[in-house]
């Protein structure tokens, strides 16, 4: 496969100068007259002679008249890029007859891209009419050839002379070919069958890369799958090949559709080029300018179908893309990226192509088949190496992951040796634990038979202990309710005993469920804990009860600390202190102080309790309840 590439880029390139040489094969003076013995001449438009009609609105009468006739001259000067879409030009061609030639004879425009061509061929009754041009029905056209051409008549001596009516809308190469059907049979073969190879590898190197993006769901090659279809249709619609065979009934649409393909050659050629060549991570600064590019190339097509036809063109400034390509190829292959390598010599090509056809489509460069035929050479190197690029990628990248899997399988070796020797150690280190730990082991057992005699030693001295607590928790019991009971306690004394709400709600909590809980809604005697302290929740029924309810203290808005000296004062039997003495040492209202002194002496009362203690005060309402 790698040796037929060469062979057939060798073949066409030999063909394409055979081309070449026959274009310069041009013969001197101003008529054309047959000669069996020249099969082919070719006049550009510096060679013809023609006249500038800037009013466009000249006709051929006027053309024949004595005022414009003479202004018909061969002007050397004349290049295709002076010529002007805005004008009409008038073309004389001058043919002396031969009636004993062997041969047939036609005359052919070469561009294809000419809008209109009005033909005045000379007949017996003057001139006949023959409309030509891409802006033409093909079936109209008097041979079914992409390029333009007119049946010459050679049944009598004499010259003829042909006049052609030439509008473009884009500048149009006039450049007339005067050739033997023999020749113009063999040139359209060969072209045709060039076409064919061309048009052929870029199908079938499509349709291979489809069947690899089928195979491997890589995003690339469906970018270059569609950018090669771009380029056939675009060399299709230059050669006059998609009018001919694609769309011959519509010739409205072979501007359109060209400037369409010319955008999806820039559009795929930069998708591709930014994943083959991963300039996301490789070259983030140029994959910006590339989207920046692809946005002012959308922006341009727009403009071009909606408001400005000529854009759709082909332009100078469309090798900007493919140079910034070219460009990040370079510098991601100098970066260290081998797969870029047949990349580089590809865009390095195509390159230059785009660049020749482009300044031989703006007349910089003149025109030479080589240099018409430059793009689609430029386009078949381009894309052979592009295929086998994408081919060198894949061996360069399985040749990197056959490293790779090398390194791997030799680091698992260096790992599996290393574990084994890990292993033995840690087998070593592990039956030296055991031994360690078998020792330990019996020490710990003889430990803890140490520590189970030392155990049933200390549960004798808790035992004990226990007993000594107890008999010192009654006697501080015993004390504490003597102190209570002792009714000439002062109020610093008292503050000792309750010097705050916790311990005054402990003390309650501890003499009012002495005997054990008994729910006030159920009588259900179990509880558990509540999320208040010195509150207990009933575990049937789920009452919850303070510690202060049915007692003298339940719901007051008195500290309960000076509650509890407040209650304390009414069964007091040192000197009785006033209400104001109260409030100043309690720093409570005298309101306050007198009506609480009042709700306990009530209850006293309602009770018939003359000579109260502490706990009749304290569980007062408790024992009311009850």
């Known amino acids: 496969m790698s040796a037929f590439y ?23 003076g101003h008529t054309f007259q047959i000669n069996d013995q020249l099969d082919e001449r070719i006049y ?9 009609d800037e009013s466009n609105e000249q006709e051929l009468s006027d053309i024949l008249s004595e005022p414009i006739s003479g202004k018909l001259k061969i002007n050397s000067d004349f290049s295709k890029n002076q010529f002007s879409t805005k004008n009409t030009y008038w073309v004389k061609v001058s043919i ?15 561009d294809q ?3 209109y061509i009005t033909a005045y061929v000379p007949s017996e009754a003057g001139f006949r009419e023959i409309q030509l041009g891409d802006k033409i029905p093909f079936g109209d056209r008097l041979i079914s050839h992409k390029n333009f051409q007119i049946p010459v008549e050679n049944k009598t001596p ?37 076409y064919g190879i061309f048009y052929g590898m870029i199908l079938i190197i499509s349709l291979y890369n489809g069947l690899i993006y089928l195979a491997i769901k890589e995003v690339k090659y469906l970018y270059y799958v569609f950018y090669l279809l771009s380029v056939g249709i675009f060399a299709a619609c230059v050669d006059g090949i998609a009018f001919q065979y694609l769309w011959p009934d519509h010739p409205e649409w072979n501007q359109p559709i060209s400037g369409l393909s010319s955008y999806l050659i820039v559009v795929f050629a930069l998708l591709f080029s930014t994943h083959f060549l ?24 727009i403009i071009g179908i909606i408001f400005l036809p000529e854009l759709l063109e082909i332009q100078i400034y469309d090798i900007i893309p493919f140079f910034l390509i070219l460009f990040s190829s370079i510098y991601v292959w100098i970066k260290g990226y081998s797969v870029a390598r047949l990349f580089v010599v590809a865009y390095g090509i195509l390159f230059l192509g785009v660049g020749l056809k482009a300044m031989v489509h703006a007349a910089i460069l003149p025109h030479s088949t080589v240099l018409y035929y430059s793009l689609h050479l430029a386009f078949l190197i381009e894309m052979l190496l592009l295929t086998l690029a994408l081919g060198d990628r894949v061996k360069i990248l399985k040749d990197n992951k056959d490293r790779a899997l090398l390194r791997s399988l030799r680091q698992a070796e ?14 070593q280190r592990v039956e030296e634990r055991t031994k360690e730990l078998a020792t330990k082991n019996r020490l710990l057992l003889e430990y803890n038979q140490q520590i189970l005699a030392k155990d049933e030693e200390i549960k004798r001295i808790n035992s004990i202990l226990d007993k000594d607590i107890w008999k010192l928790k009654s006697q501080i019991k015993e004390s504490l309710q003597a102190r209570i009971t002792n009714k000439r306690m002062s109020y610093v004394d008292f503050k000792k005993i309750f010097p705050d709400s916790s311990a005054c709600l402990r003390y309650l909590e501890q003499v009012k469920w002495e005997n054990g809980f008994s729910c006030k809604a159920c009588g259900h005697c179990k509880y558990s804990k509540s999320s208040k302290i010195f509150h207990r929740r009933c575990s049937r029924c789920g009452h919850i009860e303070s510690a202060t309810a049915g007692t003298i203290f339940h719901g007051i808005r008195l500290p309960i600390e000076k509650a509890f000296y407040l209650s304390y004062t009414v069964i007091a039997e040192h000197d009785k202190l006033t209400l104001e003495e109260l409030s100043r040492l309690l720093d409570l209202r005298v309101n306050a ?10 209850q006293l009362e309602m009770k018939d309790i003359h000579h109260p203690e502490w706990e009749d005060i304290v569980l007062e309402r408790s024992h009311e309840l009850n």
């Open 6 to 28: 060469p062979k057939v880029l060798t073949g066409l390139c030999l063909l394409l100068l055979s081309f070449s040489f026959a274009g310069y094969s041009q013969t001197i």
């Open 44 to 52: 550009a438009i510096d060679r013809l002679t023609f006249y500038e």
């Open 96 to 110: 002396q007859k031969t009636p004993l030639s062997n041969k047939q004879w036609i005359l052919e425009f070469y």
């Open 113 to 115: 891209t000419i809008d």
């Open 158 to 194: 004499g010259t003829d002379i042909y006049y052609f009516k030439i509008k473009s809308s884009q500048k149009a190469d006039v450049r007339i070919a005067f050739r033997s059907y023999n020749r113009f049979i063999y040139y359209a073969l060969n072209e045709y069958f060039l």
């Open 278 to 301: 991963n300039l996301k991570r490789r070259f983030p600064g140029m994959h910006r300018c590339f989207q920046l590019i692809l946005a002012a190339k959308t922006l341009i097509f």
């Open 414 to 427: 260096a790992n599996a040796k290393l574990k084994e020797k890990v292993n033995r150690e840690l087998e």
């Open 593 to 602: 102080i007198s009506s609480f002194r009042v709700k306990v002496k009530l």
